[in-house]
């Protein structure tokens, strides 16, 4: 999209088409303007989400995930992550919170902190267990938790720690392989033990 591209108030981003009812609720008008967000200039989402976040009370924790999501849309992963995690320390619950884990991660990998955004995973998204060959675990159908391992193996690989990168990222593809599921799972485990070995030496 052109940077000549004509500001719009977030009243006017979200009449969408003129023969769709307009949203009723905060929540409905939210969703209507991320639908037609890559119709938009980065400009005007952001300031039509400012717009809609001003009608919260201060600190409320939708108000300021949605504010991390729109700077995260435009590239803006250094203003986005603090508003991920005051998101998450006001209380965002169920599964914006999952996608607020995720996304913050992601935006502390772009910035060069890839040993923060670990920790952010291992604090509530899919930790170490997700690495148990035998862990039975569907919340990967969601999509999240398969996000979360995956930006886990590129920060380890941002570590220096390929291998156990790469094991990570095995193991959780195993989980949605099939009937090859038990051998990635198996490979995966062999990778592992043989860094073990190496780490332990002779």
Excluded: K, N
């Excluded at 981003?13 to 969703?31: I, M, S, Y």
């Excluded at 979360?148 to 593809?173: Q, Y």
């Amino acid at each position: 999209m052109s940077d000549e591209t004509p500001q719009q108030s977030a009243g006017t981003v979200l009449a969408g088409e003129p023969d769709r009812a307009e949203p009723a609720t905060w929540e409905e008008r939210v969703a209507a303007l991320w639908e037609r967000a890559e119709e938009l200039h980065e400009e005007e989402v952001l300031a039509a989400v400012e717009e809609l976040a001003a009608e919260r009370p201060a600190g409320d924790p939708l108000a300021l995930f949605e504010r991390a999501g729109a700077h995260d849309f435009a590239g803006r992963d250094a203003e986005a992550a603090p508003l991920y995690r005051a998101a998450l320390d006001a209380g965002l619950a169920g599964e914006l919170r999952a996608q607020a884990l995720v996304q913050l991660a992601a935006s502390l990998r772009a910035v060069g902190r890839p040993a923060d955004a670990l920790d952010v995973l291992g604090s509530e998204g899919p930790g170490p267990e997700v690495l148990d060959p035998g862990a039975a675990d569907d919340a990967g159908d969601d999509g999240f938790a398969a996000a979360s391992e995956g930006i886990a193996a590129l920060c380890l690989a941002d570590l220096g720690r390929d291998r156990e990168g790469l094991v990570r990222a095995l193991l959780a593809l195993a989980r949605h392989a099939g009937p090859y599921g038990p051998a990635l799972e198996a490979y995966g485990a062999e990778l592992r033990q043989a860094g073990a070995e190496e780490v332990d030496g002779p």
